[in-house]
Nanobody
Framework: VQLVESGGGSVQDGGSLRLSCVVS????????MGWFQQAAGKEREGVGY???????DYTDSVKGRFTISRVNANHTLFLQMNSLRAEDSAVYYC????????????????????WGQGTQVTVS
């Protein structure tokens, strides 16, 4: 299983970016997929997830600004980030976990079996 993120970059405060995660050898539609962020000097934290019910959920700090979606046919996961703030600056990772539902532990790194290499987002 491989996950490859792209779409990171530098953007001004209030701007938008869309991150992509292409997944191989893994069915995104019927398993748990998550996005995480890791700011410099901080722990990796869950941003949001989407699982087999197709309804994403998010950590409070990004609700209303970030949107997770996927294209099942292409095994691609997206993270649309709007109204970006300086505190959103981080390396963003997509992650995949076996199981129809992510569950209450969706925000924990240990829930996930596979990780991408990360993509840097800088907001200034």
């Amino acid at each position: 299983v491989q996950l490859v993120e792209s779409g990171g970059g530098s953007v001004q405060d209030g701007g938008s970016l869309r991150l992509s995660c292409v997944v191989s050898d893994f069915t995104t539609a019927t398993n748990c997929m998550g996005w995480f962020q890791q700011a410099a000097g901080k722990e990796r934290e869950g941003v949001g997830y989407i699982d087999s019910d197709g309804v994403p959920d998010y950590t409070d700090s990004v609700k209303g600004r970030f949107t997770i979606s996927r294209v099942n046919a292409n095994h691609t996961l997206f993270l649309q980030m709007n109204s970006l703030r300086a505190e959103d600056s981080a390396v963003y990772y997509c992650a995949a976990a076996w199981g129809l539902r992510c569950g209450r532990n969706w925000h924990q790194q240990s829930r996930y079996d596979y990780w991408g290499q990360g993509t840097q987002v800088t907001v200034s």
